[in-house]
């Protein structure tokens, strides 16, 4: 006979045999689901990988996205995510295996064709012998998206700077203004037509330039024959351009334009009319474009902590506000109308514009400063226009002394001594470049000779070969 007990323990051990039965069973003949399963974790991590690159963490997305490529290997989001986070980084070559690794799997795929082709066109920077493969492979993959949809991403725009880079600006004119008629919405396009404009003016004689602008009929053009005006000195000519561009409907914010009428009045001495133009540019943002191209004036002077600020604003007034007190910040005489400060940007800038302008690349293999010795801040990195001349005589005016060097082993060099508080001292160095005549770097460490007269760090000839290890040192801790 048997107990209540053992019945109870007999029907326990039985439910637990069924139940043991039916797991195995799921886990047997339910693969498909199981590998749906790996899949769905690679895509939130995929996703978790793209809030990170939003988020401008590149390097930590990275490792979301081996992580998805872990769970599936052929998983094409987590190799195109791969490929976003090495842009992101610079890491061109890197970011053409990534997309060329996802066009393998998928030869249809958009992504990996648009950053195939833009990691072709950033390693094309450098004049190597297999330049023209990337110009090759880059024009390929674009005009493949091109013609199946042209208002994919921002694919117009990014084939535009690819033919801005080579110079063919005709081409790149129409692809930048084809991408903001197809997608106005996109601010980068919006932003960077200017950018291939001001390359233009550049690169090209002026006065060439402001033939073929008189002849074409886009508003882009008719504000840059304006601009072409005032850099030849015939400012009431460009003054009556900018006016005309601001009492007409405009297909792109009025800032730069208020921003060029600033320009016009500086020079010509009318600091307070100047600064009106000025306030009202401020005055009249209305979103982070229109913000961010009159930012593209006063960048130059930022410090990390403003950038940072700058960055983490979100409405209008917030923009407005933050211009207002970084210039109230700056003014040294509170009580007067004129800003002196600002006043006196704005000649920095005309002196830039007209000395040390560039639209080269700055890469690592025309550096300098190879080994990484300078800390530079972030209004650095977002210099495009001028040389590093150029950018810290903006940022800091007239050096109080300098000196030159020309030797025919050495490249061109040259220092500058600010008396500051403390004082210190800027080293620079032309650095071969085809295109880019104007190519100034900042250095560490020039040379010796022709310095020695300064004082300082440079006080005693040097004796030995120690002693210039020492001073070579001194000298490059005091650049940093």
Not at 333 to 342: F, Q
């Amino acid at each position: 006979m048997i107990t209540e007990p053992a019945l109870v323990f007999q029907n326990r051990l039985l439910s637990f045999q069924l139940l043991l039965v039916l797991v195995l069973l799921l886990a047997f003949s339910d693969r498909p689901a199981r590998s749906q399963e790996a899949d769905g974790t690679a895509q939130a991590l995929v996703e978790r990988g793209d809030r990170l690159l939003e988020e401008d963490d590149p390097r930590e997305a990275s490792k979301q996205f081996r992580k998805a490529l872990d769970r599936n290997k052929s998983y094409v989001p987590a190799l195109i995510g791969l490929a976003r986070a090495a842009l992101a980084r610079e890491e061109w070559q890197e970011a053409s295996d990534w997309s060329g690794e996802a066009l393998e799997l998928d030869e249809n795929s958009f992504d990996a064709h648009y950053y195939y082709a833009i990691s072709h066109r950033e390693r094309a920077k450098y004049r190597t012998i297999t330049q023209f493969i990337h110009w090759t492979k880059s024009k390929n993959h674009f005009e493949w998206i091109v013609e199946r949809d042209s208002t994919y991403r921002s694919v117009l725009y990014h084939y535009a700077l690819m033919e801005r880079y080579r110079e063919n600006f005709e081409k790149a004119f129409d692809l930048m203004e084809a991408q903001i008629r197809l997608r106005p919405e996109l601010d980068e396009a919006q932003y960077g037509v200017f950018k291939v404009y001001q390359h233009y003016l550049h690169r090209t004689s002026l006065r060439k330039a402001l033939e073929r602008l008189s002849a074409s009929t886009s508003p882009y053009a008719k504000y840059f024959r304006g601009e072409a005006l005032r850099r030849l000195g015939r400012l009431e000519e460009a003054d009556a351009v900018f006016t005309e561009l601001l009492d007409s409907p405009i297909p792109f914010p009025p800032q730069p334009v208020l921003l060029s009428r600033a320009r016009v009045q500086y020079v010509g001495h009318d600091s307070l009319s100047g600064q009106l133009f000025v306030e009202e540019a401020i005055e009249r943002i209305s979103n982070k474009l229109e913000a961010d191209l009159v930012l593209d004036d006063f960048k130059y002077l930022m410090s990390d902590q403003e950038l940072e600020r700058y960055r983490s604003l979100s409405s209008p007034e917030e923009y407005r506000g933050f211009f207002k007190a970084f210039w109230s910040q700056r003014d040294p005489m509170p009580a007067s109308r004129v800003n002196l400060r600002l006043q006196e940007h704005y000649r920095r800038l005309a002196v830039a514009e007209k000395d040390h302008g560039f639209f080269g690349f700055r890469t690592w293999h025309n550096s300098p400063d190879k080994l990484g010795e300078l800390d530079f801040t972030e209004a650095y990195e977002l210099n495009r226009e001028f040389n590093d001349r150029g950018f810290m005589y903006v940022r800091h005016g007239e050096p109080n002394e300098r000196v030159t060097a020309v030797a025919a082993s050495l490249n061109q060099n040259e220092s500058w001594r600010y008396y500051g508080n403390p004082p210190f001292d800027l080293h620079f160095e032309r650095v071969p470049d085809e295109l880019a005549t104007n190519s100034w770097r900042l250095t560490p460490l020039p040379p010796l000779d022709g310095r020695i007269e300064w004082g300082g760090s440079y006080a005693l000839p040097v004796r030995s070969e120690l002693d210039a290890v020492v001073k070579y040192r001194e000298i490059a801790e005091a650049s940093r």
